[in-house]
């Protein structure tokens, strides 16, 4: 071959190897760029990732919150209902003692022992201890809440005349109402 042949022929060769390296430098650049590409959407995807696991996290923390809240609540209102039931457990018992104890109250009126007197006081004390209290209405102005009227008398109106039956409450609350004589007025 001659020589210009050859050297056409090494021109071109020389161009197509310049453009086969221009398009692999265009394909190495492309190919970084969807690297870099897919490395921020990698990371893209990883925050959203992370923010949604933290969001998870928090409600998760906010639902154990609630229900350790909630079980604290339903434990302090089972105590509060076991000291209630305690407290006026003895109701029934009271209700059973009580027209023993109304004859006993009314054997102090008649009989002048002393023992009878000191152990009716005992009782008495006794019974305040554990929080029974005989209704105040001697005297009082008649009070429906406390008091069953069951006479009527001459008096000022409204006003109790005369204590029947005593009534009795049990920590504040009533156990048995007291029966009176209520005065109707002149």
Do not use: C, W
């Amino acid at each position: 071959m001659n020589d210009d042949a050859k050297t056409k022929s090494e021109d071109e060769l020389e161009e197509k190897s310049d453009e086969a390296s221009d398009a692999q430098d265009s394909e190495d650049e492309e190919e970084l760029k969807d690297k870099k590409n897919s490395k921020g959407s990698a990371k893209k995807n990883n925050d959203d990732e992370v923010s949604e696991l933290k969001a998870k996290a928090a409600d998760l923390e906010d639902q154990l919150l609630r229900a350790v809240a909630d079980y604290r609540n339903q434990q302090m209102r089972f105590e509060e209902e076991k000291r209630e039931f305690v407290k006026y457990a003895n109701r029934e018992l009271l209700l059973r003692l009580i027209p023993a104890f109304d004859t006993l109250f009314l054997a102090e009126k008649f009989v002048a022992d002393e023992g009878i007197k000191l152990t009716i006081k005992h009782l008495q004390e006794s019974l305040k201890e554990v929080g029974v209290e005989k209704v105040a209405a001697d005297g009082e102005k008649f009070d429906a809440q406390v008091m069953e009227a069951v006479a009527t008398g001459d008096g000022e109106e409204g006003k109790v005349l005369e204590v029947l039956r005593p009534g009795y409450t049990l920590n504040g609350k009533l156990v048995r109402p007291a029966q009176v004589k209520v005065g109707k007025g002149s």
